[in-house]
């Protein structure tokens, strides 16, 4: 199993970036699938979860309202949206498959390798 992420970058606080992760191996429609980000000497923590009936979703407080997750099951990918962007979202953002706790825990089967994006104030 390989997730692969993309669509980091550098972008001014207020705007927007859409974040990839393109699997393989894995059958996205299957799983609960979420993202994570790590700030600069900062634990990684929780940002948004989808279940895999695409119905359920979970966000973080600190992106709700903001942000938005999705999938495309026929190219097996899941997405962020991420919207009216705040300097203290830089972060280094993950995406990973199949938790085996909680959501928000980061007991997930699969990671991606991790794409950053800087929010410039």
């Known amino acids: 199993v390989q997730l692969q992420a993309s669509g980091g970058g550098l972008v001014q606080a207020g705007g927007s970036l859409r974040l990839s992760c393109a699997a393989s191996g894995l059958t996205v429609r299957s799983v609960g699938m979420g993202w994570f980000r790590q700030a600069p000497g900062k634990e990684r923590e929780f940002v948004a979860y989808?279940?895999?009936?695409?119905?359920?979703?979970y966000y973080a407080d600190s992106v709700k309202g903001r942000f938005t997750i999705s999938r495309d099951n026929a190219e097996n990918m899941l997405f962020l949206q991420m919207n009216s962007l705040k300097p203290e979202g830089t972060a280094v953002y993950y995406c990973?498959?199949?938790?085996?706790?909680?959501?928000?825990?980061?007991?997930?089967?699969?990671w991606g390798q991790g794409t950053q994006v800087t929010v410039s104030s």
């Open positions: 989808s279940a895999w009936s695409s119905v359920i979703t």
């Open positions: 990973a498959a199949r938790p085996s706790r909680i959501y928000y825990d980061q007991s997930y089967d699969y």
